[in-house]
């Protein structure tokens, strides 16, 4: 009875009351959620620009030293752990060099507006959102490079070789379309990881959002909060994938959506 009764409340976003805090556990997570939306969908931007950009070039050049060159670095950083490299971000830019600040979303006691306060921002989610988004770089490079190889050895490509049809045009119309189908998919099944990846670089960075919250809620065994967190980031995820599912419909017209 229990069960069911908390169920009705995750009807209507009733998650209680946080039991540190000792406020309701639906206005905790309103104000850590902006954050964590700003550093996960920037460091999703970035790892598919990033990452299909690198897997583009790779491709085009396969087996040159620049393939070979991106290919190491896509299994080193995909090999690498996100907490590691961010500390090592912190020494090296922060502490060694000053160029960025170490921690936190904003400069505290600045009390900075309009395009200063949106610098500032700028400036402390750099490293957070790169962190976060490197691991996911190396795997939209090689998936966007095998992806792109296969589609180049078929038919219609040389056909369109063959044609007289642009490089250029070549790429953009024919194989980076159809290389996109298997990306969309990694897309979509990463969505979960990168806010799973949200609480180590959070907490390594001290970015105030419902990654350090959970980590923070762990500890305090606020379970409440705990739980809240899980299921915002499960709305999320299927948020993310409902999303891929529906750009599958845009980079295949052959796929339609059932209505």
């Given at each position: ?7 009705k409340?995750?009807?209507?976003f009733?998650?209680g ?5 000792n ?6 997570i ?10 996960t969908?920037?460091a999703?931007?970035?790892s598919?620009?990033?990452g299909?950009s ?5 491709a085009?050049?396969?087996g ?6 991106i290919?190491?670095g ?5 090999a ?9 971000a912190?020494?090296?830019?922060s502490v060694k ?5 170490p921690?936190?979303m904003?400069?505290v006691g600045?009390?900075l507006?309009?395009w200063?306060?949106?610098m500032d921002?700028g ?5 957070p ?6 691991f996911?770089v190396?795997i939209?490079t090689?998936?966007t490079?095998a992806?792109a190889i296969e589609?180049?050895d078929q038919?219609?490509?040389?056909t369109?070789?063959?044609k007289g ?5 070549i790429?953009?119309r ?11 998919t990694?897309?979509?099944l990463?969505?979960g ?9 959070e907490?390594?960075?001290a ?5 350090r919250l959970?980590f923070?809620a762990l ?6 909060l705990l739980?809240?967190v899980?299921?915002?980031s499960s ?11 529906l ?10 959506l059932q209505k």
């Amino acid at each position: 009875m229990q069960f069911a009764a908390y169920l009705k409340q995750l009807v209507t976003f009733n998650f209680g009351d946080s039991y540190r805090e000792n406020r309701p556990v639906r206005e905790i997570i309103l104000e850590k959620l902006p954050a964590t939306l700003l550093l996960t969908l920037s460091a999703f931007v970035f790892s598919i620009v990033i990452g299909i950009s690198l897997g583009v070039a790779a491709a085009r050049r396969a087996g040159s030293a620049l393939d070979a060159l991106i290919t190491a670095g896509s299994l080193v950083f995909f090999a690498m752990p996100l907490f590691w490299f961010g500390l090592l971000a912190i020494v090296l830019f922060s502490v060694k060099l000053g160029w960025l600040p170490p921690y936190g979303m904003s400069t505290v006691g600045a009390d900075l507006v309009g395009w200063r306060a949106l610098m500032d921002v700028g400036k402390h989610l750099l490293m957070p959102a790169v962190t976060l988004g490197l691991f996911y770089v190396a795997i939209y490079t090689r998936v966007t490079r095998a992806a792109a190889i296969e589609v180049m050895d078929q038919d219609f490509v040389k056909t369109a070789h063959a044609k007289g049809v642009p490089e250029g045009r070549i790429w953009r119309r024919h194989i980076l379309r159809n290389a996109m189908l298997p990306v969309i998919t990694f897309v979509s099944l990463q969505a979960g990881h990168i806010l799973g990846g949200s609480v180590l670089v959070e907490t390594v960075f001290a970015w105030p959002g419902i990654g350090r919250l959970a980590f923070d809620a762990l500890f305090q065994r606020d379970y409440n909060l705990l739980l809240a967190v899980f299921f915002v980031s499960s709305v999320m995820v299927v948020i993310f994938n409902l999303v891929a599912d529906l750009l599958y419909s845009v980079a295949d017209p052959r796929i339609e959506l059932q209505k």
